[in-house]
């Protein structure tokens, strides 16, 4: 058995065609649908509660917690030797478990390709390298990562990476962007768990044009800086992203990419919530 873990919050809108796409796929073999709600405000809880599809099973969080707890929450709940995971503004291809289940085979986690959906109209600056910034990632390796919307596991992995992982939880219980799987993905290849990318096993992400604003941007790359203080704790770190600011400052003059330009704010937001972070420790032990 497959089981495909969901974690939504406040997509009324996408949750249903997301969860379609899954039931309707071109696969033989027995799957279920855990879809955690965590904690929306909207009615996306009452959408899960209108499918009486008996594969599907759903948990509803009071209150939100970190993306790892829910995929925690999920992996308690799951029945199946395969763990697989999308996300909730995303539709899979029809063929997604067919190709999971295959790649599965010959290692022990696997990665496919995250596409926008067809029709998606882009503003004129728009340069494929902010494709990360969406949850765009058309051609993943070891150095880009595979998303977490589009990647799955063996079952024993994952319970070995929650045997020996730290404790991830978030004080604020802000809902972690990439990093939190970023982290996932390294510790297992760190403790020796082999990854393989099948670019047949295809997702599309659904964009609103919100966030192919500037704004948005901005904002995102702030909230993954603040993130990436969660994982990267020890100095060496700081020191590494003190050295790649004027890197990238020189990057974006050269090439005046925009990439560079939401590199930098990551980076600036990263190293001022580690200094604040320092702060309240020292404040807090002395």
Known sequence: MISIIVV???????????INSILSQDFNGELEVIAIDNGSSDNTLQVLKSFTDQRIKFIANRTRISLSACKNLGLQLSRG???????DDCLVSKDWLINIKDSLNYCDFVGGVVLPVSGIKFPWWWRKSLDWLIGINVAPNKKFLPLGSNIAFKKHVLQKLQD???DLSVNDKRYLPYVEDNYRIKKALSMGFSMQINPNIKV???IPKQRLRISY????SIEEGYAQTQYKTQLKDIIFAFVLLPVNLIRLLLWLDLN???????TLSYIINYIKNEQRCIIRYS
Not at 81 to 87: E, L, P, R, S
Not at 217 to 220: D, E, M, S, V
């Open 164 to 166: 020996e992982r730290r």
């Open 81 to 87: 030797n395969i763990i697989a995971f999308t996300d």
């Open 217 to 220: 941007l901005i904002k995102r």
């Open 260 to 266: 560079y330009f939401f590199r930098i704010i990551v």
């Open 204 to 206: 599309y992400h659904l």
């Open 8 to 18: 939504t919050y406040n997509r009324e809108s996408f949750i249903k065609g997301c």
